[in-house]
């Protein structure tokens, strides 16, 4: 008979600590000096220093010269980019989002659930617009204030939902919903609409409309949306134009993940 260990029993230590560094650096602080990690990570200043100049030799951590403190490395970056084109959404989804971005004169992209946020992983812009509202890929975006957040939230279960909220909502605008039972009721339309909208609530003048995307599983993967300002988004427009627009975008890219109505 073999026996199965639990994955947790193959950790390899020196790996667990040096994954633990390079995630010291994915909050707000874009540099680090040792000190500051061996704090953080509760290890000796010598361990911190051997596992920073490992990560720097593979180019994962860099050393600002001017500063002395550690940042991440351009292989971060490469690593990012590759896990983003091996996701078949991303490669399913850009015709889509060149078309949509054609026809909305907006930007669009698409993003996914990630833990408490959600993260924008592709986007493209209009050609023709000299004043544009872009979503950086990788950024993290609150859930109860964009329109992608409200979609995932949805569509979750009542059990993810609040396990992916805080108890206090943040205040990012005047528009900002912070009652959790106000947004849970505004969540309730969304599931009905079928797309969810933002008009200030995360930046001023800045507004969106985003629908869910669902694969072979009916699960959603993902959400599509258009953004822009909010001058040109009324929410007017956005009932009227943008959101059947969105909503076509998003079944034809459902459909190509293998999801059927």
């Not at 600590?17 to 990690?37: K, M």
């Not at 084109?85 to 004169?105: H, S």
């Not at 988004?233 to 975008?249: D, F, K, N, Q």
Request: net charge neutral.
């Amino acid at each position: 008979m073999v026996v199965r260990r639990e994955k947790a029993n193959y950790v390899i230590q020196s790996v667990a600590h040096a994954v633990d560094v390079l995630e010291q650096f994915f909050g707000e602080v874009d540099e680090l000096g040792v000190t500051e990690l061996s704090k953080r990570l509760k290890l000796h200043k010598n361990n911190v220093f051997r596992l920073l100049a490992t990560l720097e030799a593979r180019g994962y951590i860099e050393q600002n010269k001017a500063t002395e403190n550690y940042r991440l490395g351009i292989k971060c970056l490469h690593l990012g980019r590759r896990y983003i084109e091996q996701m078949g959404l991303v490669r399913q989804a850009r015709p889509i989002l060149n078309e949509l971005a054609r026809r909305c004169r907006e930007s669009v992209f698409v993003a996914v659930h990630r833990r408490d946020a959600v993260v924008p992983i592709e986007t493209v812009d209009p050609e023709d617009r000299a004043v544009r509202v872009t979503s950086p890929v990788g950024l993290s975006l609150p859930l109860h204030c964009t329109a992608t957040g409200k979609v995932h939230l949805a569509f979750d279960t009542d059990e993810q939902r609040r396990s992916s909220l805080q108890e206090t909502l943040p205040r990012y605008t005047e528009r900002t919903i912070v009652e959790r039972t106000q947004l849970f009721v505004q969540l309730e339309s969304v599931a009905q609409n079928g797309y969810a909208t933002d008009v200030g609530e995360f930046l001023d003048e800045v507004a969106s409309v985003a629908v869910p995307i669902r694969d072979y599983t009916r699960s959603v993967v993902g959400s599509l949306a258009v953004i822009g300002p909010v001058y040109r988004l009324p929410e007017e427009r956005i009932t009227s134009e943008m959101a059947p627009l969105v909503m076509e975008a998003g079944r034809e890219l459902s459909q190509r993940l293998g999801y059927n109505q």
